[in-house]
């Protein structure tokens, strides 16, 4: 059974950091893409930031130069490093890894997904 276990989320003020971690077990995901989306209330779920299989990188504009995807083939592990964090990145974060090597954008596109974790900024 696969599953993905989020951690590092919680409550930060604005400016703040926070580093959220997702550990795959079930199967390993060391040549898959990964990402991070994100669902905030009354709001669909969006895509934050992908990683491919070999280290390759796409993130949503408002993001960009805040947050960092990175990932430890050898722990089975993504990462998602936030720092700058404004109160519009309040969301629940959810880790997802796909069958694919190629890192998609579309929550469609990927097969396994964690429970999520709560990021709250306050202003």
């Known amino acids: 059974q696969v599953q993905l276990v989020e951690s590092g989320g919680g409550l930060v003020q604005a400016g703040g950091s926070l580093r959220l971690s997702c550990a795959a077990s079930?199967?390993?995901?060391?040549?898959?893409?990964m990402g991070w989306f994100r669902q905030a209330p009354g709001k669909e779920r969006e895509f934050v930031a992908v990683?491919?299989?070999?280290?390759?990188?796409t993130y949503t504009d408002s993001v960009k130069g805040r947050f960092t995807i990175s990932r430890d083939n050898a722990k089975n592990t993504v990462y998602l490093q936030m720092n700058s964090l404004k109160p519009e990145d309040t969301a629940v974060y959810f880790c997802?890894?796909?069958?694919?090597?190629?890192?998609?954008?579309?929550?469609?596109?990927?097969?396994?997904w964690g429970q999520g974790t709560q990021v709250t900024v306050s202003s």
């Open positions: 079930g199967r390993t995901f060391s040549s898959n893409a």
């Open positions: 990683i491919n299989w070999n280290g390759g990188t």
């Open positions: 997802a890894g796909r069958g694919g090597r190629i890192a998609l954008t579309s929550t469609s596109s990927y097969d396994y």
